[in-house]
């Protein structure tokens, strides 16, 4: 008669044995921390990674992930210096660095990251003029990761990295950036053609200057050239003779050109 009534008594005491147990063992990842509170008060250090042990009830846990996490912050409209109107999107990778302050400083410190992410983003953005937002973004991530970074220091986060995804511009701001980039690539063109026809200039400069100084020179480049026009056949090429004075360079004329209305009228 005992044994039939302890035996279920000690079935009952086991079972509450084993539920006890599974609510006092727990386990933390790799990447996870327990900050745990014992009738309201902070036990520390937090517990973590592997097997530990906290009394139901009376202790609270906390899980605190220490991964990298990503806020993708909401389009911010942002008025520049220069009163563009331009709509930003970033992302902010941050990781938790404090357990224990992240839990006690702040009460959602993956809210108040985002919102703060929000007001810097455009606080920072709001002191720079368009041609800097769209020209130095890595020295604008730069600066809003270091706000980021001091201000969420006492809630134990530290700011990885702030990248701007994105700079919406409005249509007329962007038709007047084309026509912009339109002018700057015909300034340079030119400066390119007359930088060109300086060089071509300086150079037929040296040239003159050099048959100058010796005429033979000369005389085999009036040659050359005619040479090149010489394969045309359809050309009569009249030039002075070198060897000859002025009536002879008039008969070689007139004889060229009498020759020339013959075949004309032939």
């Not at 990251?113 to 730069?142: F, M, W």
């Amino acid at each position: 008669m005992v044994n039939g009534i302890l035996l279920p008594v000690l079935i009952v005491v086991v079972f509450i044995v084993l539920i006890i147990l599974a609510a006092a063992i727990k386990v933390a990842r790799e990447y996870e921390r327990a900050v745990i509170f014992r009738l309201g008060r902070l036990r520390e250090p937090p517990k973590g990674p592997g097997l530990y042990i906290i009394i139901p009830i009376i202790d609270r846990r906390v899980v605190v992930d220490l991964r990298i996490l990503s806020i993708d912050v909401p389009q911010q409209r942002v008025v520049t210096v220069d009163n563009v109107s331009v709509a930003v999107d970033a992302v902010v990778y941050y990781r938790v660095d404090d357990p224990i302050k992240a839990v006690i400083k702040v009460r959602d410190f993956f809210m108040a990251t985002n919102l703060l992410a929000q007001t810097t983003l455009r606080d920072v953005l709001g002191q720079v003029e368009l041609d800097d937002l769209l020209s130095k973004r890595d020295q604008l991530n730069r600066k809003i990761q270091d706000l980021l970074d001091v201000a969420t220091d006492p809630w134990g986060i530290k700011v990885q990295a702030v990248t701007i995804r994105d700079v919406s511009l409005p249509e007329s701001m962007v038709r007047a950036i084309a026509k912009q980039a339109e002018a700057e690539r015909e300034r340079r063109s030119r400066v390119i053609m007359a930088e060109g026809e300086f060089q071509a200039a300086q150079k037929m400069l040296d040239a003159a200057q050099l048959y100058t100084q010796a005429e033979p020179a000369m005389r085999l480049r009036e040659l050359q050239t005619l040479a090149e026009i010489a394969r045309e056949k359809n050309l009569i090429v009249v030039t002075p003779s070198a060897m000859g004075g002025g009536m002879g360079e008039m008969a070689g004329m007139a004889a060229a050109m009498t020759e020339a209305k013959k075949k004309g009228t032939g």
